[in-house]
């Protein structure tokens, strides 16, 4: 998947269908919207393309309230890829960007820049200053530019309209079930095996240790992980999220002792994938205390994964 960041430079594409939106998680209803782009660009032997901003829109306009993200960069650029996107604009979202009316935004990018022929969007698209412009709008633009526009229904599963705002409230209260069914998949982090304290090799159960992002939105405790590490993708584990107060730690961390697995992963990439919340973070009396609840924690979660 190409990546374009600056798309005013870049020549145009064949036959663009293009999708708008932030797309934090990729979840079942962007997934909707993005199966609909592909069809429509092999349809009309075009390119399909998504044009998502960064950094997150709020981030920039309301910089003491950040919101914390489903997905970091990196993963939503590889979700994207997944579900069949050939090339993806990384606009950089500024406050200068923001200012834009509808009316700019679509006739400097969509119709100048981008050439686009067909627009796919979700029924709760805004955009330019001050999120003015709807799908209406869109559509009536549409019209003035000679390009069609096509808006997604929402998507429901479980009596729950599937939204990015409903999927972190749902992983914000440890509720992996919930959010595992609107994302369509386990919410997952990623990141480098770092360098630990080697506590975890010494009471028997070794851990890949994990910097998560500061915006992590899972409560700390424990869970049943599946895991990917390198080639291999079907692992599965048991880790704790949070500060490991029983050895006085500071820093969040994920630490994620994989079943079954002696190989040196150090600077690795690693994905670890959520699939059960077992209990949340505690401090214990003693090490032999908590390696107990370790031992305990970790036939749990081999059953509850089938291992």
Known sequence: MEIIRHILRQPRLPHPVVSLGNFDGVHLGHQTILRRLVQEAERRRGTALVVTFHPHPLSVLRPARPLPLILSLREKLDSLAQQGVQRVVLQRFSRAFSRLSPEEFVDQYLVRAIGVEHVIIGHNFSFGRDRSGSAEALERLGQRHDFGVEVVGPVRVLDRAVSSSAIRSLLSAGDLDGATALL???YTV??????????G???????????PRADLLLPDGVYAVRIEVGQQTRLAGVANVGVNPTFGHNARTVEAHIFDFSADIYGQRLRVGFVARLRGERKFPSVPDLVRQIREDAERARTLLGR
């Open 190 to 199: 990623s990141g480098r095996v770092q360098q630990g304290f080697r506590r």
């Open 184 to 186: 369509s998949r386990p």
């Open 201 to 211: 090799r010494t009471i028997g159960f070794p851990t890949a240790n994990l910097r």
